[in-house]
């Protein structure tokens, strides 16, 4: 199994779902409550799996992404959670547009191999140049460069659209874009992944 993957997959938190289709809009901005990813396959050969989470409560946003070392979503292996505050949310035509700010980015190893691989100093930056990773034990990613993928700042202000179809929701660069710092950076198409409504 490369480790590699895992940071790929956690880094990620979202990685590519299912292909987007059309999407008719309604109620764009109904946004509170729970929203969940089926188990995705993700890696070499589809060979692990990820289930994303997103919570959101007024103004409050969290999200939680497992990534698991079977393609079944068995043996967690990284977790990596995300919380922050929207700002600001408006109706414009068939989509919503949101703001919201970074409070805390961080990254949990589950399994031994994974915290050995973060703690060695290599030139893909598994560990987000970071020392002292252990098992189950998060550290803030925020602000640093993991593999391929430099995480926003806490206090980063990100502008983002979202589409909403039934119970189905689609982001625009959330939570997989750390880019996104103005208005004008806002996407204009739906990402591929796609959430469920699970909850309120």
């Given amino acids: 199994m490369t480790l590699i993957r895992y940071l790929v997959a956690g880094t990620y938190l979202l990685a590519l779902a299912a292909p987007a289709t059309a999407f008719a809009q309604e109620k764009p901005l109904n946004l509170n409550g729970e929203w969940t990813t089926d188990c995705l396959a993700i890696g070499k050969n ?36 995300f919380k922050g505050e929207l700002v600001h949310e408006e109706s414009d035509g068939d989509l919503g547009r949101i703001e919201y700010a970074v409070r805390s ?37 925020a602000g640093k460069t993991c593999g391929p993928f430099s995480f926003a700042a806490e206090g980063t202000h990100l502008f983002d659209t979202v589409w909403i179809e039934g119970n189905q929701l689609r982001f625009g660069a959330f939570p997989t874009v750390w880019t996104n710092t103005s208005p004008e950076k806002a996407p204009s198409k739906p990402s591929e992944t796609a959430y469920h409504r699970t909850g309120k």
Avoid: F, M
Wanted: charged letters at 25%; proline letters at 4%.
């Fill in 46 to 81: 589809d060979r692990h799996g990820y289930i994303t989470r997103i919570t959101i409560k007024d103004k409050e946003v969290t999200a939680t992404s497992q990534i698991y070392a079977k393609n079944s979503c068995q043996t967690p292996t990284v977790q990596v959670n």
């Fill in 105 to 141: 980015i961080t990254t949990t190893p589950n399994i031994k191999d994974v915290v050995d691989h973060y703690n060695k100093d290599t030139p893909d930056q598994a560990g987000c140049g970071l020392k002292g990773w252990e098992e189950n034990a998060a550290l803030s990613v």
